[in-house]
T-cell receptor, first 110, second 115 residues
Framework: DAKTTQPNSMESNEEEPVHLPCNHS???????IHWYRQLPSQGPEYVIH???SNVNNRMASLAIAEDRKSSTLILHRATLRDAAVYYC???????????FGTGTLLAVQP | GAGVSQSPRYKVAKRGQDVALRCDPI?????LFWYQQALGQGPEFLTY????????KSGLPSDRFFAERPEGSVSTLKIQRTQQEDSAVYLC?????????????FGQGTRLTVV
């Protein structure tokens, strides 16, 4: 299973953009890149996923490097509700199961 | 319901007791996953079902853990002779198809405390 590397923690100010990086240098050509987040005392929540092209949805944008060895989750305007642990995951194995690492703990300051 | 539902939300068990945790996935979702999350850690994969078939149980920590999904919808995770190290939040997730192309939806989890 391809592994991902993320910073342990990041800080942002409210209403500013946040760029959360993820390295996945061993990604294969068919691996999708998924992002989930987990708010305190809740189950993980899907944020976005992509394969090769950049992706946008109502929650965030996903920028994928041309060589696919890294990606960046972009929150365009951070709010206090965005404070969570963000996980970058490459579903792997025959079952495409999600293997969670330690993620990035995002703190948002008012 | 619109989402993945888990019950009970909280369970306190005496050491040695058997417990059963229930997961109601989103209707029509083929894939179902169970995860265990210890305090301060990321979720750890336990097992995977595709419809009623348990295709991957590589994450089950011991033979005290057993999961089933007999009709391809509701799933139950059973833990026999619970021990203190089983204390964790147990999360269930479902997805429409294989996870590469589609997202997973998680329930709120069941917090198990073994005393």
């Amino acid at each position: 299973d391809a592994k991902t590397t993320q910073p342990n923690s990041m800080e942002s100010n409210e209403e500013e953009p946040v760029h959360l990086p993820c390295n996945h240098s061993t990604i294969s050509g068919t691996d999708y890149i998924h992002w989930y987040r987990q708010l305190p005392s809740q189950g993980p929540e899907y944020v976005i996923h992509g394969l090769t092209s950049n992706v946008n949805n109502r929650m965030a944008s996903l920028a994928i490097a041309e060589d696919r060895k890294s990606s960046t989750l972009i929150l365009h305007r951070a709010t206090l509700r965005d404070a969570a642990v963000y996980y970058c995951i490459l579903p792997g194995g025959a079952t495409n199961k999600l293997i969670f690492g330690t993620g990035t703990l995002l703190a948002v300051q008012p | 319901g619109a989402g993945v539902s888990q019950s009970p939300r909280y369970k306190v068990a005496k050491r040695g007791q058997d417990v059963a945790l229930r997961c109601d996935p989103i209707s029509g979702h083929v894939s179902l996953f169970w995860y265990q999350q210890a305090l301060g850690q990321g979720p750890e994969f336990l097992t995977y079902f595709q419809n009623e078939a348990q295709l991957d149980k590589s994450g089950l920590p011991s033979d005290r853990f057993f999961a089933e999904r007999p009709e391809g919808s509701v799933s139950t995770l059973k833990i026999q002779r619970t021990q203190q190290e089983d204390s964790a939040v147990y999360l269930c997730a479902s997805s429409l198809t294989g996870l590469g192309r589609t997202e997973a939806f998680f329930g709120q989890g069941t917090r198990l405390t073994v005393v």
